[in-house]
């Protein structure tokens, strides 16, 4: 019954109880089909944000594959320049294991010029950055191609930059600093420079999670900081294989990479032998 204000007259109307009902049912229906309809879009919500993160992730991978394959390249080109140098030494009476060999001594014994532009072109595509580390490839009573097998050539990680330099004495502004460190997120991947046997496994008190890796002719190399290490004491590694994840272990402010090269007991700059300074 519907009662008005002032004189107006009351009106009734009624209803059958199936139209209640009918409308009792509907309105459950609604609300249950609204709120199927928010956990529905929070579902759909979640599958295209997972959809938008694999995307991502597989054009990171189609990234890291052009990587390796570029680096893969320039491991054919190093081991390329190795055969060819010792070829040069044979062809020219040069005994690599009885002498001292220099790559710029290979290109001056009596090769011809067509042979001569084949190895600047192989050292201009490896940017090679000094002629000390030339010398220390082909030190003396050691094959070239072995030795340049063994040299690490390759950034460690990809994925960062260089934030220290590597320092060989002290002075008033500056500490020394036996390696590289390379700034990059926490658990960015770490590779192997050269193939090698991992030599030790360890939780230093100032590099935290330390690696190390003995890769023959005097060389080994160390990596500090690390959050996780992939491989055990022993194992056989190959360049440019994952060995350990970046972190911030030990005396470290920030997760980073502390990369070192040892060659016959002593620190030497790894930046002398990046053959690419983008490590690709």
């Not at 089909?33 to 995307?55: C, H």
């Not at 360049?239 to 970046?246: E, H, K």
Request: proline share 2%; hydrophobic share 40%.
């Amino acid at each position: 019954m519907f009662i008005p204000e002032g004189n107006a007259k009351t009106f009734s109307m009624h209803l059958h109880r199936n139209i209640v009902y009918s409308l009792v049912v509907f309105m459950v229906i609604f609300i249950v089909g609204f709120i199927l309809l928010v956990v529905k879009s929070g579902e759909i919500a979640a599958k295209l944000q997972l959809v938008y993160v694999l995307t991502n992730e597989n054009r990171h991978l189609r990234e890291d594959n052009q990587k390796i394959k570029s680096i893969s390249e320039k491991i054919d080109r190093i081991e390329l320049l190795g055969r060819y140098l010792r070829r040069v030494a044979q062809s020219s009476g040069v005994d690599p294991k009885k002498s001292t060999t220099t790559l710029d001594a290979a290109r001056q014994n009596g090769e011809t010029a067509s042979s001569k532009s084949a190895v600047d072109k192989l050292l201009d595509s490896l940017k090679m950055t000094s002629s000390g580390a030339e010398r220390q490839i082909l030190k003396k009573g050691e094959s070239a191609e072995l030795s340049l097998a063994a040299l690490p050539s390759i950034q460690p990680v990809v994925d960062g930059w260089i934030t220290r330099r590597y320092i060989e004495v002290a002075n008033d502004t500056e500490q020394m600093h036996n390696g590289l460190d390379y700034a990059a997120t926490q658990g960015t991947l770490i590779r192997a420079t050269a193939p090698g046997i991992v030599e030790d496994v360890c939780n230093d008190k100032y590099f935290g999670l330390l690696l190390t890796i003995r890769h023959g002719y005097g060389f080994s190399t160390r990596y500090g900081h690390c959050s996780q290490i992939l491989v055990a004491k022993g194992d056989h590694v190959e360049r440019g294989q994952t060995i350990a994840l970046v972190g911030n272990t030990g005396r470290s402010s920030a997760p980073h990479l502390h990369y070192e090269i040892i060659k016959d007991g002593k620190n030497i700059d790894p930046a002398k032998f990046i053959f690419s300074n983008q490590g690709k």
